[in-house]
């Protein structure tokens, strides 16, 4: 069983739309969640890292977190052809796994003009 | 964020050759950083933790007679892929998370993509 979800995509949104991003985690005790963006052939760059439950905005980027729930989302307002890639979640467990991050599938984003 | 360097970019190798890889933290010091290997269309997989003064924590299925990790000092560690072969072709990346930053924020290295002939 995969610890952490994501839908594969590709997710296909017209440029200036809002770009919805979901995954979902198996593991309860998980406690620091962040979002990377993947582009082609490029290694993966930090764009929103959340820990409490609730929202957390930076720029045109929107994290959502519910542990109740498990699920972490990742809004992109505005959205851009520069923004289309693949977006990881990852999370850190903590405990004695702490700082080993286990990454989702990736979303792949295709933003068109 | 903090930044991390990875040495080279990409290599070409033949197969039965050792390959080493060099990642730095550049403006930090890392006394754990990770090694990553990403292979077309997957996600990354977590290899080892690279621990500063002490040996590699490797994940299960890796082999770590066949990649050797060292971690001299607090801002390099190098990941050595000995008698490579063609099914070690891939995307090699390291990691690193800044004590200093904020919680534990990882921060990754250009990557390496190793091609083995």
């Known amino acids: 069983q995969k610890e952490v979800e994501q839908n594969s995509g590709p997710l296909s949104v017209p440029e200036g739309a809002i770009a919805s991003l979901n995954c979902t985690y198996s593991?309860?005790?998980?406690?620091?969640f962040f979002w990377y963006r993947q582009y082609s052939g490029k290694s993966p760059e930090l764009i929103m890292s959340?820990?409490?439950?609730g929202d957390k905005e930076d720029g045109r980027f929107t994290a959502q977190l519910n542990k109740a729930s498990q699920y972490v989302s990742l809004l992109i307002r505005d959205s851009q052809p520069s923004d289309s890639a693949t977006y990881l979640c990852a999370l850190d467990a903590g405990g004695t796994s702490y700082g080993k991050l286990t990454f989702g599938q990736g979303t792949i984003l295709t933003v068109h003009p | 964020g903090a930044v991390v360097s990875q040495h080279p970019s990409w290599v070409i190798c033949k197969s039965g050759t050792s390959v080493k890889i060099e990642c730095r933290s550049l403006?930090?010091?890392?006394?754990?950083m990770f090694w990553y290997r990403q292979f077309p269309k997957q996600s990354l997989m977590l290899m080892a933790t690279?621990?500063?003064?002490?040996?590699?924590?490797?994940e299960q299925g890796v082999e770590k007679d066949k990649f050797l990790i060292n971690h001299a000092s607090l801002t390099l560690s190098t990941l050595t892929v000995t008698s490579a072969h063609p099914e070690d072709s891939s995307f090699y990346i390291c990691?690193?998370?800044?004590?200093?930053?904020?919680?534990?924020?990882?921060?990754f290295g250009p990557g390496t993509r190793l091609t083995v002939l």
């Open positions: 690279s621990n500063e003064g002490s040996k590699a924590t490797y």
């Open positions: 403006d930090f010091q890392a006394t754990t």
């Open positions: 959340i820990y409490s439950n």
């Open positions: 593991d309860r005790v998980s406690q620091s």
């Open positions: 990691s690193a998370r800044d004590p200093g930053g904020v919680r534990n924020e990882q921060f």
